[in-house]
């Protein structure tokens, strides 16, 4: 082993709030470390995570490369595009993919030189305490000791295996093969009508799959609002996802070429299908596995989160917790911006997180997006409120786009008019939703956005003329 090394911060996991932990932390002017043992081929380091390299980054990558195919097949001609002899490369198209990751490893990487970041190589455990800093062991390759003052540990989530099923990711695949299939599967099954799952069928779909969802709760994206959930269903239908709900599976056996699931259907029929590969998604468990939790005595919930206060302080002096790892949304930008806020409460400040104005998204098409409380939320918390809505079948922007699925909702509390939650699915909502993020921060009102001058013509416009139909008096509709 090497000689211990001093930091005042060591941030454990280099994923996306591991790293802009470590950055802000440098930023602040503590000697920072951060370690992560994420590698790819040729064994140089991945920084950024479970997002950068089998999650967030390459799944947008390839939702762009199937997007931008289904649209030269099916909606080029309309704007006096013909293209004869459609093809699909999918070994180039994951060669992009690849390339795409690569560049935001090194991205990260170059981030951490520039802000004085000291990286590590391996898998970090805690070894215990030397007076006021812990010390922390670092497996190959780095195969050394650190200490530090303060740890934040940022060791991200893993896949959650269906029982009887294990991953092979050759026919029953996880997030990383789901993106890594190197032909289009004729039949594919997705199990998990959640993000990952909406999101990689509708890659495959794209590409000529025969999709089938089966999603065991009764209803369909029930997170998100009713009147929204109901567009998708009705959208991704018409697409030729086959959503299945309220399915119990029974068995999976995989076989040489194929995969076959037994299920009850919602009318508890037993039912069987086969597919060519089988996406499993349906959801993440806290990867804590190796971090020494037990050495040290930290404390992991009956689920293996690790505990933590609103502070994001766990039990142990200096050692804080962020991202999927601890309670919360388990989302990229929430890890994000609790990594700042550690980072700046380790130096006196007051870092902060609204878990009520972190906006979630599915990059579908269309696009889903929402931030704040849904109708059904105030309706069951007895909260009076009104609502506005505008379809983008009624933007200017959007007509010129040939993308008119879809509407704008705004939420707004119907004594102060104050913003509650703004809902969204069409074209862009991924970018349209930091608008309502922005007004929920600032405490704005619907009628604060219906008096902004939008640009025209845009898809935001979708996002005012919600605002003003909220007092009912919309301009366009």
Not at 123 to 152: E, H, L, Q
């Amino acid at each position: 082993m090497a000689d211990r090394q001093p930091f005042d911060v060591v941030v454990i996991g280099g994923g996306p709030g591991g790293y802009v932990a470590a950055i802000r932390a440098a930023q602040l002017g503590f000697a920072t470390a951060c370690i992560d043992d994420w590698t790819r081929e040729g064994g140089k380091p991945a920084l950024g995570g479970t997002c950068t390299n089998v999650g967030c980054i390459p799944s947008k990558a390839l939702l762009q490369s199937s997007e931008n195919y289904a649209l030269a097949g099916h909606a080029f001609a309309e704007h006096g595009i013909d293209i004869d002899g459609l093809s699909i490369d999918v070994a180039k198209m994951l060669a992009r993919k690849n390339k795409v990751v690569g560049a935001n490893n090194d991205g990260i990487a170059y981030l951490f030189r520039k802000n004085k970041v000291t990286f590590v190589h391996g898998r970090g455990t805690f070894a215990g305490k030397d007076g006021d800093r812990w010390t922390i062991d670092i497996g190959a390759p780095a195969a050394t000791t650190i200490s530090a003052r303060n740890v934040i540990i940022a060791t991200g989530s893993a896949p959650r295996a269906l029982p009887g099923a294990a991953y092979d990711n050759v026919r029953v695949l996880d997030n990383a093969g789901a993106l890594a299939i190197p032909d289009v599967p004729k039949r594919l099954g997705v199990v998990g009508a959640g993000v990952i799952g909406l999101e990689m069928g509708s890659v495959w779909r794209r590409l000529g799959s025969e999709v089938t969802i089966l999603e065991a709760l009764p209803t369909f994206l029930g997170a998100a609002d009713e009147a929204v959930a109901k567009e998708a269903l009705k959208q991704f239908t018409k697409q030729g996802l086959a959503i299945k709900l309220g399915v119990t599976i029974t068995g999976v056996k995989t076989g040489t070429d194929a995969v076959t699931v037994d299920y009850k259907d919602a009318s508890g029929n037993a039912q069987t299908a086969t597919f060519d590969r089988l996406i499993v998604s349906i959801g993440r468990v806290p990867f804590t596995n190796g971090l020494g939790a037990a050495k040290v005595g930290l404390k992991l919930d009956g689920r293996g989160f690790v505990e933590v206060d609103a502070e994001c302080r766990t039990n142990l002096p200096n050692v804080y917790a962020i991202g999927d790892v601890v309670r919360g949304p388990m989302l990229a930008h929430k890890a994000e911006d609790e990594g700042i806020a550690v980072a700046e409460r380790i130096a006196g400040q007051h870092g902060h997180v609204d878990f009520n104005t972190i906006p979630w998204v599915i990059y579908t098409s269309p696009e889903i997006a929402w931030v704040g409380m849904t109708e059904q939320q105030l309706r069951a918390d007895g909260v009076a409120f009104r609502s506005g809505s505008f379809p983008f079948s009624a933007n200017g922007r959007a007509r010129a786009l040939g993308d008119t699925v879809g509407f704008v909702k705004i939420v707004a509390d119907a004594h102060t008019d104050r913003i509650l939650g703004m809902h969204a699915i069409g074209p862009w909502v991924s970018e349209l939703i930091a608008e309502g993020v922005v007004a929920m921060e600032f405490g704005a009102s619907s009628e604060d956005i219906a008096r902004i001058v939008h640009a025209h013509p845009t898809l935001s416009e979708a996002t005012r003329e919600a605002a003003l139909a909220v007092d009912k008096r919309t301009l366009n509709f």
